[in-house]
Nanobody, 127 residues
């Protein structure tokens, strides 16, 4: 059973940076796409970034150029480096993995593509 645990969230001022980590256990995830989603208060969960096993990255337009997704297969961990944070980035950030499509050459942008999720980590950006 795959388990995902996010960490690295917190409170930061606008313009600051945070790095989120998502550590996986129960299975080696190097062959699977992984993603970050976020959910702001009163809003639906939305796609942020994804990375496939080829290290191809995909980003939502709202974070392109500010956020960077990466993975360390040796540590079974995916990261989200967030720079130039803005108050609208405030949300609970979730890590997810698509274990049903190993070696996929793309990465899904929809929640339905991912079958395992972490509990989330809160990111709050003050103005």
């Amino acid at each position: 059973q795959v388990q995902l645990v996010e960490s690295g969230g917190g409170l930061v001022q606008a313009g600051g940076s945070l790095r989120l980590s998502c550590a996986a256990s129960g299975r080696t995830l190097s062959s699977y796409a992984m993603a970050w989603f976020r959910q702001a208060p009163g809003k639906e969960r939305e796609f942020v970034a994804a990375i496939n096993w080829l290290i191809s990255a995909y980003y939502a337009d709202s974070v392109k150029g500010r956020f960077t997704i990466s993975r360390d297969n040796g540590k079974n961990t995916v990261y989200l480096q967030m720079n130039s944070l803005q108050p609208e980035d405030t949300a609970v950030y979730y890590c997810a993995v698509d274990t049903e499509r190993p070696w996929a050459t793309n990465a899904g942008l929809l929640e339905s593509r991912y079958d395992r999720w972490g509990q989330g980590t809160q990111v709050t950006v003050s103005s």
